[in-house]
């Protein structure tokens, strides 16, 4: 029982200023050292980790046997006195006068947090609360919240108004088959893959500027290292602006983002050993004609009118480096509502914001007019009326508009030079892992 007593300090707020202190922490047993004459004890919290240290002489015969007992992974409060060690982690530890285990835990382990002896991507996931006691996967994910913090806190800035959508739709967002059905009620429905149609909708109601951070859905057969089922998008939609607006504001954010996790996020990029380089503005923006160009003389077949292959994407990425944009995609592959160009309506307002060989985001400037609108679902083999109260909108001052969507899992991807992107989910959905 945890009783009356409280933590009053967290590893990492342990320094050598509270030499001769009393503190009381709590957290799980990390690793345990046994000497014989002195036991060794690295306690970890959300924090970091910090060394408690019992020597038999100076230790309680009662406390000293308590502390033999502990097993990796028991949750303990630990009552004790600060003291500078230069030979400890940080250069402090905790001479214990009071030890009380809150939890213990099975053994053996079904993984080792500690690293030290490997465990295949599959085992992680199988026990995900134990992997994430590792403190390089907790620290991926105190730097993608910090993320999703400072993307709110900069488009706040902006002017956008946070909004929720629906993610139990009647009709596809975006065409195709990528839909999870469902049974509501008496009728089937579908898994939201995009809140595209509801953010145009919300910003023509008047509110101008628009963002939610929410899941998306999609039932896509990928089994590949950067395609999940279920992700989180950030997505912005914004009234009176082209795409290039939306480009300088995408851009803007993620050198916002990166310098905010330089600033506070200092200690996961340590245990990760990654260095975050600041980039320049504006990002470069290359033609989709100069992508085709481009991907070809690396010997990778690309024909014009055709979305880039998994290996068109390696082979752009060996010539292009950091953030940068591919716009003016051919209208035939873009959903119905990008806006086609006026000077050349076989190409769109459409870009998409590339990280080396990676896709991290899709945007374009909308259609706002209603009769091009239907036509361009009915070219897409779709029924307009199935998407009435989406047109509805467009019949009463449909303002010209833009927007963008971003996926987080794939941002942190690229901020952290992630290969795989179940790193980068507490619990990834694919087509294989409905559990745990």
């Not at 009783?3 to 009381?24: A, F, M, Q, V």
């Not at 308590?66 to 402090?92: C, D, F, M, N, Q």
């Not at 897409?380 to 987080?408: C, D, I, K, T, V």
Request: one cysteine or more.
């Amino acid at each position: 029982m945890l009783g009356k007593t409280r933590r009053t300090h967290y590893s990492n707020e342990i320094t050598t200023s509270l030499d001769g202190s009393h503190t009381i922490l709590m957290g799980w047993v990390h690793e345990i050292r046994d000497l014989g004459g002195i036991i060794f004890i690295l306690l970890r919290d959300r924090t970091g980790i910090i060394q408690i240290t019992a020597p038999s002489k100076k230790t309680s015969k009662d406390l000293f046997k308590k502390l033999r007992k502990l097993k990796k992974e028991y949750v303990i409060e630990v009552e004790g006195t600060v003291k500078k060690s230069p030979k400890a982690p940080g250069g402090v530890e905790i001479i214990p006068s009071n030890v009380k285990v809150l939890a213990k835990s099975q053994q053996p382990l079904p993984l080792d947090p500690t690293g030290k002896v490997k465990a295949e991507i599959d085992t992680r996931l199988d026990s995900r609360f134990l992997d994430l006691r590792r403190p390089e996967v907790s620290a991926i994910f105190k730097i993608k919240s910090r993320m999703l913090h400072s993307v709110r806190v900069f488009l706040e800035k902006e002017g956008f108004i946070e909004i929720n959508t629906p993610k139990l739709v009647a009709s596809a967002t975006e065409g195709g088959t990528e839909l999870f059905p469902i049974t509501y009620f008496e009728r089937e429905a579908f898994l939201g893959q995009s809140p595209q149609l509801y953010k145009q909708m919300m910003m023509a109601s008047g509110l101008d500027k628009v963002y939610e951070i929410a899941p998306i859905f999609r039932a896509e057969e990928h089994d590949t290292l950067r395609h999940l089922n279920e992700v989180i998008s950030i997505d912005i939609e914004a009234a009176f602006m082209n795409h290039e607006d939306v480009m300088k504001i995408l851009e803007r954010l993620v050198v916002n983002v990166i310098k905010d996790i330089r600033g506070h996020c200092k200690d996961e990029l340590e245990i990760l050993g990654r260095e975050l380089e600041i980039p320049k503005l504006p990002f470069e923006r290359l033609e989709y004609d100069e992508v085709v160009e481009i991907v070809n003389s690396q010997g990778v077949h690309l024909r014009y009118g055709e979305d880039l292959s998994r290996a068109a994407e390696k082979a752009l990425g060996e010539i292009m480096d950091g953030y940068y944009f591919i716009k003016s995609w051919p209208t035939s592959i873009k959903p119905f509502y990008v806006m086609p160009r006026e000077d050349d309506p076989s190409k769109s307002y459409a870009f998409d914001l590339m990280y080396k060989d990676l896709e991290i985001s899709s945007g374009a400037m909308r259609v706002h007019e209603h009769d091009l609108l239907v036509e361009k679902i009915k070219k897409q083999g779709l029924n307009p009326r199935s998407f009435e109260s989406y047109l509805s909108a467009f019949r009463y001052g449909m303002p010209p508009h833009a927007g963008w969507g971003l996926g987080a899992e794939r941002f942190t991807m690229a901020l952290l030079e992630i290969k795989n992107i179940r790193e980068t989910v507490l619990f990834p959905r694919d087509r294989r892992r409905l559990t745990p």
